[in-house]
Structure formats: structure tokens, C-alpha cells
């Protein structure tokens, strides 16, 4: 059972739009969120984080918001540039223990977003 | 800057072979994972460190198996390699929230 859910496989915006990733969660005892961008043949790379006690954070082209009601997060990247193209993945973590794995991060199964020029 | 450095970038076995991957990190970080990632699969989780010669299973356990004999090594072990192991296999370690990863290995079994 996913409890991170990325539902667009792949994405194609336009260089200079805005690219819109998604990402919902199912476990409530989520309190802290990541995006994770991976180029082939390289690991993933940490982009940008919120906690569950914000609902906005921002860093450059990137900007996460969380809506904890809905459970459900996305990732904006304004203006779009072909280096964007990657694999993202959102990721979440719990602080409290369970099942022996506290704080260990479950992953979506990411987006494949394609930057065109 | 914490490194996480895998040993092969791309490694071809054969059918049955035992296969070693070797992770290192630079940053006394006491978890460490090693996930295989695979197209409209996403990371999958195969074996987890909390701590030296501590290891739990992770999603995808069978036909894996794992050593951490030094806080700054964790191995990844395919017992006898089979093609359905054909995958790219990433090593990460943790401190607080954020998980570095290394460069990746992608193995390809024949």
C-alpha cells in the first residue's frame, strides 16, 4: 500500500512556464517532506524540504506547498529551464517511531519531467 | 560536504555469480541504506543500517542480504545474482532528515 503517491509518470512543460509536480501521502503521522531530483546514471539529489508546520517554502525557481488537510503537496518551478530535466521524487518522514524505522523516508515513485526548448 | 562513494558505476555479472557492492561514507553517519531503482518502480527499499553489524529488511529483501562491519562501510550482497537483479542500485546515508546518496551502480546480469 503507497503511502506516497506520485500520479503523473511524466510531465513536458515548455522552457520558461511553470512546472507543477504532485505528490499526495496517506500516513498522518507524515511531519516532514522532501523533493529529490535525479538525473540517469546519477543518485538522486536533495532540492528543497517543507515541515508540516509551514505550508510554503521557497528557494529560488523552487517553491513546495503543503496542504495538510488534503494531504497532499506539490513542487512549482518557475521559470521552467531544460537543466530542470530529471526524475523528482517527493518523499516523506515521521519523527515518531514505527515499525523500528523512525525517521527513514518513503518515496513516491516520481515524475519524469522533460523541459522542452 | 558528507560522500557517499559506491565502488562501480556499472558492473556486468553472470547468472549465478555472488556480487559484492561496496558503499562507503565520509560523515560518521550511523544510518545507511542501499535502494534499487527501477523504471515506474521508483526507489524500493531493500536492506537498512541503524547502527555497525545492525541491519533491517527493507521492502524488497529476497535474494539480497547486507554487511556493516564499520560505521562508514554497508555492503550490499547478491547471493547468487539472477537477471531479475538487472537494476540500478543506490547507496544512501543519513543524518537528521536528509538522505545523500551516492552516484549509483547500475549492474546488469547475463
Known amino acids: 500500500d503507497q503511502q506516497v503517491k506520485q500520479n503523473s509518470p511524466s510531465l513536458s512543460v515548455q522552457e520558461g512556464r511553470i512546472s507543477i509536480l504532485n505528490c499526495d501521502y496517506t500516513n498522518s503521522m507524515f511531519d516532514y517532506f522532501l523533493w529529490y531530483k535525479k538525473y540517469p546514471a546519477e543518485g538522486p539529489t536533495f532540492l528543497i524540504s517543507?515541515?508540516?508546520?509551514?505550508d510554503k517554502n521557497e528557494d529560488g525557481r523552487f517553491t513546495v506547498f503543503l496542504n495538510k488537510s488534503a494531504k497532499h503537496l506539490s513542487l512549482h518551478i518557475v521559470p521552467s529551464q531544460p537543466g530542470d530535466s530529471a526524475v523528482y521524487f517527493c518523499a516523506a518522514s515521521a519523527s515518531v517511531n514505527y515499525g523500528g524505522s523512525q525517521g527513514n523516508l518513503i518515496f513516491g515513485k516520481g515524475t519524469k519531467l522533460s523541459v522542452k526548448p | 560536504d558528507v560522500k557517499v562513494t559506491q565502488s562501480s558505476r556499472y558492473l556486468v555479472k553472470r547468472t549465478g555469480e555472488k556480487v559484492f557492492l561496496e558503499c562507503v561514507q565520509d560523515?560518521?553517519?550511523?544510518?545507511m541504506f542501499w535502494y534499487r531503482q527501477d523504471p515506474g518502480l521508483g526507489l524500493r527499499l531493500i536492506y537498512f543500517?541503524?547502527?555497525?553489524?545492525?541491519?533491517e529488511k527493507g521492502d524488497i529483501p529476497e535474494g539480497y542480504s547486507v554487511s556493516r562491519e564499520k560505521k562508514e562501510r554497508f555492503s550490499l550482497i547478491l547471493e547468487s545474482a539472477s537477471t531479475n537483479q538487472t537494476s540500478m542500485y543506490l547507496c544512501?546515508?543519513?543524518?537528521?532528515?536528509?538522505?545523500?546518496f551516492g552516484s549509483g551502480t547500475r549492474l546488469t546480469v547475463v
Open positions: 544512501a546515508s543519513r543524518q537528521g532528515y536528509g538522505y545523500t
Open positions: 517543507i515541515s508540516s508546520i509551514k
Open positions: 560523515m560518521d553517519h550511523e544510518n
Open positions: 543500517s541503524y547502527d555497525v553489524k545492525m541491519k
